[in-house]
C-alpha cells in the first residue's frame, strides 16, 4: 500500500483506526538510506562492492550482528530481558519484541537502486528510535510487501511499508481488536486476515477490508496459533483439531486426522502450495514432544504427516529454495522433505544430539534460512554453522563468546 493511498483512506476508515508514526523521521528524502537513530553516519555509510547479508543472533543481555557470509561478528548490541526477534520485510533491519512494543533495530547493511545497478553500503548497526506496538508485542508477519505487527496485550495492529522503514520513516496504518494472542496479516488488495480471541481463548479468523469492516469470518479454529503464507497469495493458520486457509475471501477448514491433532507453528513457501506445521496430539502433556511434522496441500485440502524418528521444537522449521520442507531434529540434523510426496530426500548432520528445555524461553538450537543457505545454532557449545543446501553440507563455522538463542537476519 502507498503510504499516500493509506492516508487518503484513513479519512474514510472506522473511529479507533488510525495513522501512527514512530520516534523515527526521514534520513535521506525517499533514498533508501539510514533508519532515525542509526546515526547521520549510517545513512552514508561504506560502499562495498555486493549485498552484505547479516544475521542477528538474541543471548542473555543483547543482541550480536554477525556477517552472514563469513561469520565474523560484527556488533554486540545490549538490551534487557528476553528478546525476541522478527524480520521487518526491508533487507535491513529486524524488530525487537520489548516489553512495550516492537523497536526497529538496523542491522546496518543495505542497497540503493541507481538505474540500472546497485550501490551497496554497510554501516554500524544500531537500536533506533522506530518503535509500533504495545504491550506483549507479539507475531510480525511479512506478506505481500508489507509487514503486520500484532500486539497481544492491546489488540493492537500495525501496518508497515517496509520501503517506508528503509527511508528511516516510522509510520504505520493501525488497527485495534480485542486483546488476545493474535496474529493479523495485511494483503495487497488492502485487506487484513485477522486471529479472533481474548484473553481466554482464539477461535478462528476475519477478513477485514481496507476500512476495517469485516467481509468474511470463520469461527472453526479452536486455539488459532501460527501462520504460514504459500504460492499464490494462501494463508494458513494452525488450529487444535486441523488448519484454516484463507484464499482470496474464502475460508476452508482441512481437518486433522486425529480428534486432537494440533497445529501451532508453520513455515511456508511462495513457491509450494504446501504447509510445513508441526504436529501434536497429547492434549494433556505439559511438553510434548512430537517426531511427527504435518504437509497440508493448500491446493488439494491433503494433509500428510510425517514421521521423522526424531523430535523438533518451534525453532525448528523453515523451508528452502525450492520449497523443500526442512526440519532440525533434536538428532543434530537437518531433514529434507519433498513436500508433495512427503518423503524424506537427505538428512544433512550438523551439531550433536540435543533435547528440548522444559521452558520455551530457554536457549535451543534454531534454524534460519536465507536463501540456500540454512543457519543453525549450537547454544550447547556456543557455535553457529551455515550450511549449503545445495550440497548438503557445511560451508562456515564459528564460536561465539555468548550462548545463542534466538537467530534471524536480512540480506543487505
Known amino acids: 500500500?502507498?503510504?499516500?493511498?493509506?492516508?487518503?483512506?484513513?479519512s474514510l476508515v472506522a473511529i479507533g483506526t488510525?495513522?501512527?508514526?514512530?520516534?523515527?523521521?526521514?534520513?535521506?528524502g525517499g533514498d533508501?538510506?539510514?533508519?532515525?537513530?542509526?546515526?547521520?553516519?549510517?545513512?552514508?555509510?561504506?560502499?562495498?562492492?555486493?549485498?552484505?547479508?547479516?544475521?542477528?543472533?538474541?543471548?542473555?543481555g543483547g543482541v550480536a550482528v554477525l556477517d552472514a557470509t563469513t561469520l565474523d561478528q560484527v556488533a554486540t548490541l545490549p538490551a534487557e530481558g528476553f528478546i525476541r526477534l522478527n524480520p521487518a520485510g526491508d533487507g535491513r533491519h529486524v524488530f525487537v519484541s520489548e516489553s512495550e512494543g516492537f523497536r526497529a533495530l538496523d542491522l546496518g547493511t543495505w542497497s540503493r537502486s541507481h538505474g540500472d545497478h546497485d550501490h551497496y553500503y554497510t554501516a554500524e548497526p544500531a537500536l533506533t528510535d522506530i518503535r509500533f506496538g504495545g504491550e506483549e508485542p507479539g507475531h510480525v508477519v511479512v506478506h505481500d510487501d508489507r509487514t503486520t505487527l500484532f500486539s497481544d496485550g492491546t489488540g493492537e495492529i500495525d501496518i508497515v511499508e517496509p520501503a517506508e522503514l528503509l527511508r528511516?520513516?516510522?509510520?504505520?496504518?493501525?488497527?485495534?481488536?480485542?486483546?488476545?494472542?493474535?496474529?493479523?496479516?495485511?494483503?495487497?488488495?488492502?485487506?487484513?486476515?485477522?486471529?479472533?480471541?481474548?484473553?481466554?481463548?482464539?477461535?478462528?479468523?476475519?477478513?477485514?477490508?481496507?476500512?476495517?469492516?469485516?467481509?468474511?469470518?470463520?469461527?472453526?479454529?479452536?486455539?488459532?496459533?501460527?501462520?504460514?503464507?504459500?504460492?499464490?497469495?494462501?494463508?494458513a493458520f494452525g488450529c487444535t483439531?486441523?488448519?484454516?486457509?484463507?484464499?482470496?475471501?474464502?475460508?476452508?477448514?482441512?481437518?486433522?486426522?486425529?480428534?486432537?491433532?494440533?497445529?501451532?507453528?508453520?513455515?511456508?513457501?511462495?513457491?509450494?502450495?504446501?504447509?510445513?506445521?508441526?504436529y501434536k496430539v497429547d492434549e494433556d502433556?505439559?511438553?510434548?514432544?512430537?517426531?511427527?511434522?504435518?504437509l497440508t496441500n493448500t491446493d488439494t485440502g491433503e494433509l500428510k504427516l510425517v514421521e521423522l524418528g526424531t523430535s523438533y521444537t518451534f525453532r525448528s522449521l523453515a523451508r528452502g529454495p525450492q520449497g523443500e520442507a526442512l526440519v532440525l531434529g533434536t538428532d543434530g540434523a537437518i531433514h529434507v522433505i519433498d513436500p508433495i510426496s512427503g518423503a524424506v530426500t537427505d538428512k544433512i548432520a550438523v551439531i550433536g544430539e540435543w533435547s528440548e528445555p522444559e521452558d520455551w524461553q530457554e536457549a535451543r538450537p534454531a534454524l534460519y534460512v536465507e536463501g540456500s543457505t540454512a543457519y543453525?545454532?549450537?547454544?550447547?557449545?556456543?557455535?553457529?554453522?551455515?550450511v549449503d543446501l545445495g550440497s548438503g553440507t557445511v560451508s562456515k563455522e564459528t564460536t561465539v563468546d555468548f550462548?545463542?538463542?534466538?537467530?534471524?537476519?536480512?540480506?543487505?
Open 241 to 278: 483439531d486441523g488448519i484454516l486457509i484463507v484464499r482470496g475471501n474464502e475460508i476452508t477448514k482441512v481437518q486433522s486426522p486425529d480428534v486432537y491433532g494440533r497445529i501451532g507453528n508453520q513455515a511456508g513457501s511462495e513457491v509450494s502450495p504446501v504447509v510445513l506445521g508441526d
Open 403 to 412: 550462548t545463542p538463542n534466538e537467530l534471524t537476519g536480512v540480506t543487505g
Open 18 to 28: 488510525v495513522l501512527v508514526a514512530g520516534c523515527g523521521s526521514s534520513s535521506d
Open 168 to 235: 528511516g520513516n516510522g509510520v504505520a496504518i493501525s488497527h485495534k481488536v480485542e486483546p488476545h494472542h493474535g496474529v493479523a496479516v495485511a494483503r495487497e488488495d488492502g485487506t487484513t486476515v485477522v486471529s479472533v480471541g481474548n484473553e481466554d481463548e482464539r477461535t478462528g479468523v476475519q477478513i477485514l477490508d481496507a476500512d476495517f469492516r469485516q467481509i468474511a469470518a470463520n469461527d472453526q479454529c479452536p486455539n488459532l496459533h501460527g501462520e504460514a503464507a504459500v504460492a499464490n497469495g494462501v494463508l
Open 1 to 10: 500500500m502507498n503510504i499516500s493511498r493509506g492516508l487518503q483512506a484513513l
Open 32 to 60: 533508501s538510506s539510514a533508519s532515525s537513530s542509526s546515526a547521520e553516519s549510517n545513512s552514508k555509510g561504506v560502499e562495498q562492492e555486493s549485498a552484505q547479508p547479516r544475521l542477528a543472533v538474541s543471548y542473555d
Open 376 to 386: 543453525v545454532s549450537d547454544p550447547t557449545n556456543k557455535k553457529l554453522f551455515a
Open 285 to 294: 502433556a505439559e511438553l510434548e514432544r512430537p517426531t511427527r511434522v504435518s
